[in-house]
């Protein structure tokens, strides 16, 4: 079993940045993919970036180049730096966890474990 929970979530302008942390609780962290996912409510959940066990790393095609993901196992910890950010970034980010395995990064109906989620808000 795997719990997380998210944070660094909040209010800022287009262009600013903000930092967003997952804590995760067990011993096998380091055996997990991990990946960040955003949703707004009506609508369906986009992919936003996610990194591999061994620490490969894939990104959506609207946040490629702004946002990059990091994990610090020793931790237990996963991060996504937003930086330059877009009105168009606004919803609530869930990180999620799957044991490791050869399934694209991007693909959510393999994941296992869920967040609550942290609300991100960017205003023009």
């Known amino acids: 079993q795997v719990a997380l929970v998210e944070s660094g979530g909040g209010s800022v302008q287009a262009g600013g940045s903000l930092r967003l942390s997952c804590a995760a609780s067990?011993?096998?962290?380091?055996?997990?993919?991990v990946a960040w996912f955003r949703q707004n409510p009506g609508e369906g959940r986009e992919f936003v970036a996610g990194i591999r066990s061994d620490g490969g790393t894939d990104y959506g095609d609207s946040v490629k180049g702004r946002f990059s993901i990091s994990r610090d196992n020793a931790q237990n910890m996963m991060y996504l730096q937003m930086n330059s950010l877009k009105p168009e970034d606004t919803a609530v980010y869930h990180c999620?966890?799957?044991?490791?395995?050869?399934?694209?990064?991007?693909?959510?109906?393999?994941?296992?474990?869920w967040g609550q989620g942290t609300p991100v808000t960017v205003s023009s």
């Open positions: 067990g011993r096998t962290f380091s055996r997990h993919d």
């Open positions: 999620a966890a799957r044991l490791k395995m050869i399934r694209p990064l991007n693909a959510g109906r393999f994941y296992n474990y």
